[in-house]
T-cell receptor, first 110, second 114 residues
Framework: GQQVMQIPQYQHVQEGEDFTTYCNSSTTLSNIQWYKQRPGGHPVFLIQ?????EVKKQKRLTFQFGEAKKNSSLHITATQTTDVGTYFC??????????FGTGTQLKVEL | IAGITQAPTSQILAAGRRMTLRCTQD?????MYWYRQDLGLGLRLIHY???????GKGEVPDGYSVSRANTDDFPLTLASAVPSQTSVYFCASSSLAPTTDTQYFGPGTRLTVL
C-alpha cells in the first residue's frame, strides 16, 4: 500500500512562532488530505489538495502540494495555543482506503 | 446531532474476553472504517466497509472482525482480547471514496486489555 513519511514527529514552539510539518512520498500521489487531532479528541478534516503545486490557505494555515505531487506541507503562521494538537496527512492507500502519516505533535508554550 | 457515535467511551477488559465496540452513523455514508491509534504509530486501518453487506481487511486486521448488516452500524469485535490490543479505537465514515471525500471520525473508544 501507499506509504507516506511525516516529519517532524514532535515540535515545541513558543506562541507566535511559525510551525511547519511535512509529508513525503516516494511515489506520485493522486491527492492528499490533512487532519488535526486535539489532545484527547478525534481527527478532524482540514483540507484536501489535488492539483500539482496547489496552495490553499485557511486563516493562519497554509497548505501546499508539491509540483511533483510527492510531498506536501502544512505551515502555521504565528502559532497560538489553540493550534496545539497532532496534525496528520493522509493519502490514498489503494482499494478505497486512506493511509495516514504518523503525525506531527505540536505543543505551543506561552 | 448528526455524526458518528461510539460506545463504550472506555473499557477495561480481561485478556481472553470477547468485546464488541459499537459504531453508528446517521449521515447515510456508504463507507465506514475502524482504526486503532497507538503512540508513535498514527492511525492504522483495521477493517473497512465500502457499502452495507461488504467488508474488507485493512493494515492490521488480525484478532478483529466486523460486520455491516446495514448502512448505519459497523461493530468491531475482539473475539479473545490480548494486551497488545490495548489502544484507542476510532470509527470513521465517508460518503464516497475516501480518496476524494472527507472522513468523519467518532469520539473514540479507549480500550485497556489486562
Amino acid at each position: 500500500g501507499q506509504q507516506v513519511m511525516q516529519i517532524p514527529q514532535y515540535q515545541h514552539v513558543q506562541e507566535g512562532e511559525d510551525f511547519t510539518t511535512y509529508c513525503n512520498s516516494s511515489t506520485t500521489l493522486s491527492n492528499i488530505q490533512w487532519y488535526k487531532q486535539r489532545p484527547g479528541g478525534h481527527p478532524v478534516f482540514l483540507i484536501q489538495l489535488v492539483k500539482s503545486g496547489e496552495v490553499k490557505k485557511q486563516k493562519r494555515l497554509t497548505f501546499q502540494f508539491g509540483e511533483a505531487k510527492k510531498n506536501s506541507s502544512l505551515h502555521i503562521t504565528a502559532t497560538q495555543t489553540t493550534d496545539v494538537g497532532t496534525y496528520f496527512c493522509a493519502v490514498a492507500g489503494g482499494g478505497n482506503k486512506l493511509t495516514f502519516g504518523t503525525g506531527t505533535q505540536l505543543k505551543v508554550e506561552l | 446531532i448528526a455524526g458518528i457515535t461510539q460506545a463504550p467511551t472506555s473499557q477495561i477488559l480481561a485478556a481472553g474476553r470477547r468485546m464488541t465496540l459499537r459504531c453508528t452513523q446517521d449521515m447515510r455514508h456508504n463507507a465506514m472504517y475502524w482504526y486503532r491509534q497507538d503512540l508513535g504509530l498514527g492511525l492504522r486501518l483495521i477493517h473497512y466497509s465500502n457499502t452495507a453487506g461488504t467488508t474488507g481487511k485493512g493494515e492490521v486486521p488480525d484478532g478483529y472482525s466486523v460486520s455491516r448488516a446495514n448502512t448505519d452500524d459497523f461493530p468491531l469485535t475482539l473475539a479473545s482480547a490480548v494486551p497488545s490490543q490495548t489502544s484507542v479505537y476510532f470509527c470513521a465514515s465517508s460518503s464516497l471514496a475516501p480518496t476524494t471525500d472527507t472522513q468523519y471520525f467518532g469520539p473514540g473508544t479507549r480500550l485497556t486489555v489486562l
